[in-house]
């Protein structure tokens, strides 16, 4: 306890970082009000309880949003459904590809078209909400209702967008991330207590039980996030005109899920368009009928297939633009490095190539093996609310933000020659003589 006192203490006497504590937390709190602010036009008392299939992730994610049909009902994802449109034209469309290699100021016209393109999307996705909503909790259901709410939503994730770009530029951790991560968090402590109450006192032992699972996956989260496969490298120095080896062994880590949280987060955005959709036709359509109700429900086989494809193809994806194996051999090249017994240059970008797609499939699998378990914990009794914490979107995005977030807290901690967060299970990088950083 007083080590964690002591660390409290350290965190808030670095200025740069408690400023950004404390912005964050007033952009977090900004968003949980806005999360409250029904929808012109909308009876709140008479609106359907959306706790149930995919609108209930959706309104997990969004932190009681959606159920509440408030001015962020949509939040985040529109804008996270143009991220992924956009890296995908990175790959496909020349122009792209062209900015994305032209450093920052590409970066920032890609995210501006990023922003244009969250327009359409949200009001698309804000016709299919509509459809969603209880028509006995419209005061005036008509063309001006229908109108007026596609710009507001439009605006509400908007809003979002930016707030997420200033905990990001302001505040500490990704803010989009930490945006959907505190939805989340903010319907554990209700998942938990209806978890209680409907296991009773008879159930006390069951509920413990559960309660060790839980823990156990979390931790095998952990460890997927946190794993990583170390090249080893060594370097040549000159001392008196003759090329020595350094004898300091150091290493470039591959991280077994170099994505993170991304493609699961790409994944489940896309998964919530069939069954929004569906929803708007499903009235004249058996087709749509039957399609939204397989995708509505996170329990049928369909909607678990298609979920788990999607996150192998987009932890592929992800880890294909994040980590670049040709940049790194050039800079072990330039820097003097090699890795024993495979030459510099190509044969080295090939190594790391190959290496890398090895390490991403297990941990691509694991990661849909993770998404998939709140249907496996449902099926043993679990409850639905508290099922979503069991891995999937939920368990996922806040163990792969709090590590983010730790990361980013460290480094502020040892930049200050304070001690660290943690005197053991410390946290990757910490410790280790890293030769790269990507």
């Not at 962020?72 to 792209?96: D, K, N, R």
């Not at 009794?381 to 069991?390: D, E, K, Q």
């Not at 983010?404 to 910490?430: A, P, V």
Request: aromatic residues 10%.
């Amino acid at each position: 306890m007083n080590k964690f006192i002591t660390t409290i203490k350290n965190i808030f006497a670095i200025e740069d970082l408690r400023t950004r504590i404390l912005n964050t937390l007033f952009f977090i709190a900004i968003y949980r009000l806005g999360s409250y602010v029904v929808l012109p036009g909308v009876d709140p008392s008479r609106l359907d309880n959306k706790s149930g299939g995919i609108f209930g992730i959706l309104d997990t994610l969004l932190g009681g949003a959606f159920s509440h049909a408030s001015i962020f009902a949509l939040g985040i994802m529109p804008y996270i459904s143009a991220s992924i449109v956009l890296q995908l034209l990175t790959i496909a469309v020349p122009y792209f590809q062209k900015l994305q290699k032209e450093g920052e100021s590409g970066r920032k016209k890609i995210n501006q078209y990023t922003r244009l393109l969250t327009i359409p999307i949200v009001m698309a996705q804000s016709i299919g909400f509509i459809a969603t909503i209880n028509q006995d909790a419209l005061v005036n259901p008509g063309m001006f209702f229908t109108v007026s709410t596609m710009i507001i939503l439009t605006a509400g994730t908007l809003f979002c967008m930016w707030l997420g770009e200033k905990i990001t530029d302001k505040g500490i951790g990704n803010g989009i991330s930490m945006i959907i991560m505190i939805g989340i968090v903010s319907r554990f402590p209700g998942a938990i207590l209806g978890e209680a109450a409907a296991k009773g006192m008879r159930g006390s032992l069951i509920f413990l039980i559960e309660l060790a699972v839980l823990f156990f996956v979390v931790m095998g989260v952990i460890i997927l996030t946190q794993a990583v496969r170390r090249i080893p490298v060594q370097y040549a120095k000159q001392v008196g005109g003759v090329s020595q080896l350094n004898a300091q062994r150091q290493f470039i880590p591959l991280k077994v899920n170099a994505a993170g949280v991304m493609p699961i987060i790409f994944a489940q955005s896309l998964m919530f368009i069939p069954a929004i959709v569906a929803s708007a036709w499903q009235q004249d359509s058996d087709t749509a009928n039957y399609i939204g109700q397989k995708f509505s429900d996170y329990t049928s086989w369909q909607y678990n297939l298609v979920f788990g494809i999607l996150i192998i193809l987009f932890t592929y994806f992800y880890t294909a633009i994040s980590v670049n194996p040709k940049q790194i051999a050039d800079d072990l090249k330039r820097s003097g490095g090699f890795v024993p017994g495979v030459k510099p240059g190509d044969a080295t970008s090939e190594y790391i190539d190959e290496v890398l797609t090895h390490i991403t499939l297990p941990g691509a699998l694991a990661l849909a093996l993770i998404a998939i378990f709140p249907a496996i914990a449902l099926l043993f009794g679990v409850t639905r609310p508290f099922s979503a914490f069991y891995g999937g979107t939920s368990l996922i995005i806040m163990v792969g933000v709090v590590l983010d977030t730790m990361n980013q807290i460290e480094s502020y901690l040892l930049m200050r020659h304070y001690d660290g967060m943690m005197k053991t299970g410390k946290l990757k990088g910490r410790t280790q003589n890293i030769a790269l950083a990507s």
